[in-house]
């Protein structure tokens, strides 16, 4: 996004880190049968007035 000139900041969430509330869930629970694609989300934070643009090149309609 950096090339169309706009800003943007990123959040990334591991879903697979232990909860604060429960430190051993993934030790006893592990990732048998899970995908561990989704073991990560990204968060992009964009203006408001640069979402429509920000939208069409995630979306692939602006190379």
Same mark, same amino acid.
């Given at each position: 996004? #950096? %090339?169309?000139?706009?800003?943007?900041?990123? $959040?990334?969430? @591991? =879903?697979?880190?232990?909860?604060?509330?429960?430190? &051993?869930? =993934?030790? =006893?629970? &592990?990732?048998?049968?899970?995908? *561990? %694609? *989704?073991?990560?989300?990204?968060? *992009?934070?964009?203006?408001?007035?640069?979402? !429509? !643009? #920000? @939208? #069409?090149?995630?979306? &692939? $309609?602006? $190379?």
């Amino acid at each position: 996004m #950096a %090339q169309y000139s706009i800003q943007y900041s990123i $959040k990334v969430i @591991n =879903r697979k880190s232990p909860s604060p509330f429960d430190a &051993g869930s =993934r030790a =006893r629970t &592990g990732t048998f049968g899970e995908n *561990l %694609q *989704l073991e990560y989300e990204y968060i *992009l934070y964009v203006k408001k007035i640069d979402y !429509k !643009k #920000a @939208n #069409a090149i995630i979306d &692939g $309609k602006i $190379k």
